[in-house]
Nanobody
Framework: QVQLVESGGGLVQAGGSLRLSCAAS????????VGWFRQAPGKKREFVAA???????YYTDSVNGRFTISRDNAKNTVYLQMNSLKPEDTAVYYC?????????????????WGQGTQVTVSS
């Protein structure tokens, strides 16, 4: 069993930056692929970014070039660096994980989910 806890959300002005963290406990993340999803009010949860167990990264088009996902296996933590934030990035951001490789953009591919952290970008 893996427990995931997100942190780092908050209120930021458009153009600003935030770094989200996803800290895991229960198991080491070395063999896990980790993804970030987000859900804005009134919208479905959507894929944002993912990093495979081997370090390959994947992004949805709307954040490509602005967001960077990375992992620190020694700290059992995955990060999402978010730059040039826009009001449309406002959402609850969720960290999720599963063993091995996966269809990274699909919610159903993941086994473990955090509780989420709120990101609000003001215009």
């Amino acid at each position: 069993q893996v427990q995931l806890v997100e942190s780092g959300g908050g209120l930021v002005q458009a153009g600003g930056s935030l770094r989200l963290s996803c800290a895991a406990s229960g198991r080491t993340l070395n063999a896990y692929s980790v993804g970030w999803f987000r859900q804005a009010p009134g919208k479905k949860r959507e894929f944002v970014a993912a990093i495979s167990w081997s370090g390959s990264t994947y992004y949805t088009d709307s954040v490509n070039g602005r967001f960077t996902i990375s992992r620190d296996n020694a700290k059992n933590t995955v990060y999402l660096q978010m730059n040039s934030l826009k009001p449309e990035d406002t959402a609850v951001y969720y960290c999720t994980a599963r063993v091995g490789s996966t269809n990274y953009a699909s919610e159903s591919s993941y086994d473990y989910w955090g509780q989420g952290t709120q990101v609000t970008v003001s215009s």
